[in-house]
């Protein structure tokens, strides 16, 4: 993996979620590379519906898998998104609300950064 990734306005990227911890590995952070086939790079605070969207669409993200240590999400909860499940998601009106200064850079290869803003929850 590689370290000192950015977030979309190309500062260090923030720590997204470590209750529950997030990211492709696992270390709070929506950190990414060649094995990361999802693109785990959005850092979103779910809502009830993405996550009935979701699991329609095939990942369940809500019921817990203890074999992974992984609780299910709730509503509220952060969580470091594939961006293309995320901008499915808007395309079709379930998109949640994201933290910019959490999301990666790499995000902007999928989404563009005037939708991500008309989402962000840290901008002032």
Not at 22 to 36: A, N, P, Q, V, W
Not at 83 to 94: L, S, T, V
Request: aromatic share 12%; with cysteine; proline share 4%.
């Amino acid at each position: 993996m590689k370290k000192n990734q950015t977030n979309v306005f190309d500062e260090t990227i923030e720590e997204c979620c470590s209750n529950p911890i997030t990211g492709f590995y696992r270390d709070g952070f929506c950190h990414t590379d060649e094995l990361d086939r999802g693109l785990h790079v959005v850092c979103a605070q779910v809502t009830s519906e993405f996550l009935d969207f979701s699991k329609n669409r095939g990942n369940d993200l809500s019921t817990p898998r203890p074999e992974f240590d992984f609780p299910g999400l709730k509503e509220g909860d952060s969580w470091c998104l594939c961006a293309e499940r995320w901008k499915e998601a808007y395309e079709c009106g379930f998109a949640p609300k994201i933290f910019l200064k959490r999301t990666n850079k790499k995000a902007l290869k999928v989404i563009d950064l005037d939708i991500l803003k008309d989402f962000a929850i840290d901008l002032s």
